[in-house]
Structure formats: C-alpha cells, structure tokens
C-alpha cells in the first residue's frame, strides 16, 4: 500500500499561482509514475499530468500544457505540481496518484490515491 497526502490547495485570484505537493508513504517501490487528477462538481475526473519516478518523462493535459509544471521533490517520494496563469475552469478538488504504468494518463491506470486538495480560482 502507498499512502499519498496532498496539500497545498486554496483559493487565487485568476491569473494567480498554486503549488500542489504531494507526499508518498509507504510501498513507494511499487511506484513507476505518480500523476495529479482534478474532479469540478458534476464534472468526470480528469487527467492534469504525470510524472516518471526518475522525473525524466512527463506528460500533461493539453489544458493545462504551458501553465502548469509536474517536478519531483528532492525526496523521491515528494512530486510537485506550480500551477500558474490560473483560469477559474481550474477550480476543482485536485487529487495526487501512483502506478506502475509508464505515464498513464486513465485514472484507471492508478491503484493508489491521495484525499484531494481543493483548488478554487475565482475570476
């Protein structure tokens, strides 16, 4: 089992910035990528970005490509998401994930997830 705690969410003005962490306990051997999803009320949760466990490979949401940066922490089990130029359609809880598939982008693809953040952007 990996434990995945997330923090760092709030409310921002538009055009703002937010970073998100996210912090792995646990099996983090298991893990081979850790990615961040975001669910807006009456709204499917969605891809944001994805990560390597060396941070060499990254994928993101074509959303959010340009505004928004996945990193790794100094501690391998720590992954970053800055979050700039904010729209208010960022609004949304925003949840951190592992796999051990290479870059999976379908929340299916994730076993293991955090409680979420909420992110709130208002215009």
């Known amino acids: 089992q990996v434990q995945l705690v997330e923090s760092g969410g709030g409310l921002v003005q538009a055009g703002g910035s937010l970073r998100l962490s996210c912090a792995a306990s646990?099996?983090?051997?298991?893990?081979?990528?850790m990615g961040w999803f975001r669910q807006a009320p009456g709204k499917e949760r969605e891809f944001v970005a994805a990560?390597?466990?060396?941070?060499?490979?990254?994928v993101y949401a074509d959303s959010v490509k340009g505004r928004f940066t996945i990193s790794r922490g100094n501690v391998r089990s720590t992954v970053y998401l800055q979050m700039n130029s904010l729209k208010s359609e960022d609004t949304a809880v925003y949840y951190c994930?592992?796999?051990?598939?290479?870059?999976?982008?379908?929340?299916?693809?994730?076993?293991?997830w955090g409680q979420g953040t909420q992110v709130t952007v208002s215009s």
């Open positions: 646990g099996r983090t051997f298991t893990m081979y990528t």
């Open positions: 994930a592992t796999t051990s598939v290479r870059l999976g982008v379908r929340s299916d693809d994730y076993d293991s």
């Open positions: 990560i390597t466990w060396g941070g060499i490979s990254t």
